[in-house]
């Protein structure tokens, strides 16, 4: 019986867990559960894939490149700052 005093070791060290992180790990294997399930009947709806591919639109859309640009400037406006440039330049 090599393996009794391990076993008791181990129940030594386990009385330190609260009931309540014990329902806490059963809740989210629960939630795990659900989930994969889930991702099981949404696979059965869709032939397999679990994502719908996206509609292809018929026209292409038009794009306006000075906006883009004008949007461009705008998002990196602070993203780069004056030390930076500072440190660049040496």
């Keep these: 019986m090599p393996n ?5 070791a181990l129940l030594a060290a386990s009385s330190d867990i609260s009931i309540a992180a014990v329902n806490e790990d059963q809740v989210e ?9 889930d991702i099981e009947n949404q696979e059965t709806k869709t032939n397999g894939h679990y994502l719908c ?4 639109p ?3 859309a038009k794009v306006d490149h000075k906006q883009l640009k004008e ?13 930076t440039q500072n440190e660049y330049r040496r």
Excluded: C, F, Q, W
């Excluded at 294997?29 to 399930?37: F, G, P, V, W």
């Excluded at 949007?71 to 030390?83: E, Q, R, S, T, Y």
């Design 4 to 8: 009794v005093p391990h076993a008791l």
């Design 71 to 83: 949007n461009l400037k705008k998002a990196l406006a602070d993203i780069v700052v004056g030390n």
């Design 29 to 37: 294997e629960i939630e795990s559960y659900l989930s994969a399930i």
């Design 58 to 60: 018929n026209k292409t």
């Design 53 to 56: 591919e996206p509609n292809t």
